[in-house]
């Protein structure tokens, strides 16, 4: 995405980066946070702690999960030991950017840390592959694609128990194509094309032999490793 001013003393330039750079993934938001508010209200969970879920945790599949295991009356451990493992990608995901906030401070890297999420660690990827984009840039990013998630929530909730179709948001569709327009700008060779169809592979193949919520992770790490070697054995 090109944008007109790129002043980079001018702060209001920067909000407005950050603005725009959440447009693609808004419908994605939007629809997930409106399923989760009417699920959650529909599964008996109350409209204050669904929003609080939306407010505090921020973790959409980990929220939708929780309400499933909630409503079976999973134990405690089993709720956190589940949601520990659907984001453990974040690991991962945190220790790739972590090296472009080196000059952060210890509270903006603690604050930035708290909103990232696949959408928005896809974003700043692409941003810092190009240059050392402004802290304000990132910082609002990260908040609006937030507030934008939370605002669904509580519009979810205010829906539930009434007869609404969210089929129609079209989430089976919004996702998929969100992620691929994400991943788009970072396949800028044939080996980076190569790793995305081995990435692909290896997850639908993992997936398969019953790793569940292991499949994102494991995927990733082999992926990361296969990836290193390539990279490696071209230098030779």
């Not at 995405?1 to 725009?20: A, Q, R, Y």
């Not at 939007?30 to 409209?47: C, E, K, R, T, Y």
């Not at 080996?191 to 292991?214: E, K, M, P, Q, R």
């Amino acid at each position: 995405m090109k944008f007109i001013l790129s002043d980079k003393n001018f702060w209001p330039i920067h909000i407005l980066n950050g603005f725009l750079l959440t447009l693609p993934i808004l419908l994605v938001y939007v629809a997930m946070g409106l399923s989760f508010g009417f699920l959650a209200i529909d599964n008996g969970i109350s409209p204050l702690n669904a929003i609080l879920m939306s407010l505090l945790i921020y973790a959409g599949t980990a929220q939708l999960v929780g309400i499933q295991l909630i409503v079976i009356e999973a134990s405690v451990f089993s709720i956190l030991l589940t949601t520990f493992i659907i984001n453990s990608r974040f690991f991962v995901m945190s220790s790739s950017i972590g090296r472009f906030l080196v000059k952060f401070k210890f509270y903006q890297r603690f604050l930035y840390a708290c909103q990232l999420t696949d959408a928005t660690f896809a974003i700043h990827t692409v941003r810092f592959s190009r240059f050392n984009p402004p802290k304000l840039e990132l910082f609002t990013t990260n908040i609006f694609g937030h507030v934008v998630w939370v605002i669904s929530t509580i519009v979810g909730v205010y829906l539930g128990g009434r007869d609404y179709n969210f089929d129609s948001l079209g989430i089976d569709f919004a996702m998929p194509a969100m992620f691929i327009g994400l991943l788009l700008p970072l396949v800028l060779t044939k080996i980076h094309l190569f790793i995305c169809i081995i990435a692909g592979l290896l997850t639908v193949i993992l997936f398969y032999f019953g790793f569940s919520y292991w499949t994102t992770l494991s995927a990733t790490i082999i992926t990361i490793l296969i990836g290193l070697y390539i990279d490696k054995w071209n230098k030779i």
